[in-house]
């Protein structure tokens, strides 16, 4: 079998073939030691935002919530209360990585929105991407000021975010309450279905060895009045995607969503490569503006 480096390196190089730039070209397997590890950690987060995503489903399902405006709104809404609630140091970098998820998949959609995109279920990408970094800093100024500083998110706008991340949070604190018991303990049926797919493999190990399904079981598996036999399943699905499936009772993750982000990721080394380290005097304006994403400025 191979390492989790070799197996991200591979199917880097996956990607990269699959990349047309005229002006920069980095091969796979020159990506340092630090781009190997931000980039499964950067696949890993983004999975955890949607699997949380996913889970809001799997709550407005089995409690019948009710939900004013959008679902899909809602449930992001959610995932980040529940991830900023834990005030967890390596979760606040999962919410980083979910914002510039986001921003990485608006900069990568040349032809801009298009008509459909205003009628879909969604938020625009950039719009879901700054709703994150609303929450980010509504709920902990300090330790994302940063961050926020690095997207030149307006300083009026952050105070604004601080009464709506506690909106957020209380009204879905309030909705969950009642569906809470303490004590309560419910079995998630986690499994990793082999991808069929020696490049999609190595997301699936990748996702394995990080435990990224069972962070879903590990949170809502105890204090939540859910019924045992909720599956959480990662599989190789033929598109890029995951959802809630309320009849099945299953959240699915596909292995094609890891590989979607791994590509991601490796445009913007490319794109940024021998540039997101210029700094101070060295760096131009042309070398700091070479994209709107800020993946480096993190605490």
Not at 44 to 69: D, R, T, W, Y
Not at 96 to 117: T, V
Not at 215 to 235: H, M, R, S
Request: charged share 25%.
């Amino acid at each position: 079998m191979k390492s989790l480096k070799s197996a991200w390196v591979a199917a880097l190089v996956m990607c990269m073939a699959m990349l047309s730039m005229s002006s920069v070209q980095l091969k796979a397997e020159e990506l340092t030691e630090e781009q190997v590890q931000e980039g499964q950690q950067f696949v890993i987060n983004n999975a955890i935002f949607i699997l949380f995503h996913e889970a809001g489903h799997m709550l407005v399902s089995e409690f019948n919530l009710p939900v004013l405006g959008r679902e899909e709104d809602a449930v992001d809404a959610l995932s980040a209360v529940l991830l900023l609630g834990a005030e967890d140091e390596e979760l606040n970098t999962t919410m980083q990585d979910a914002a510039d998820g986001w921003f990485l998949l608006d900069e990568a959609n040349e032809d801009g929105p298009q008509e459909d995109d205003f009628m879909g279920t969604h938020g625009l990408d950039r719009q879901r991407a700054y709703a994150i970094v609303c929450m980010m800093t509504g709920a902990n100024a300090e330790f994302f000021k940063v961050f926020a500083d690095s997207l030149e998110f307006p300083e009026e706008r952050r105070q604004e975010c601080v009464y709506e991340y506690q909106k957020a949070r209380d009204s879905w604190m309030s909705l969950l309450a009642a569906n809470m018991k303490e004590g309560a303990k419910t079995r998630f049926d986690v499994s990793y279905e082999p991808a069929g797919n020696e490049d999609l493999q190595g997301f699936a190990d990748l996702l394995k060895s990080a435990g990224a399904l069972e962070t879903i079981a590990t949170v809502f598996g105890e204090g939540y009045d859910l019924k045992d036999g909720i599956k959480i399943t990662g599989k190789s699905c033929g598109v890029e995607n995951a959802f809630w499936d309320p009849e099945a009772r299953e959240i699915t993750y596909c292995y094609e969503m890891a590989a979607f982000h791994a590509d991601l990721i490796a445009t913007w080394f490319a794109n940024n490569q021998g540039t997101e380290e210029a700094t101070g005097d060295d760096a131009t304006s042309e070398d700091t503006d070479a994209t709107a994403v800020k993946v480096k400025k993190k605490e």
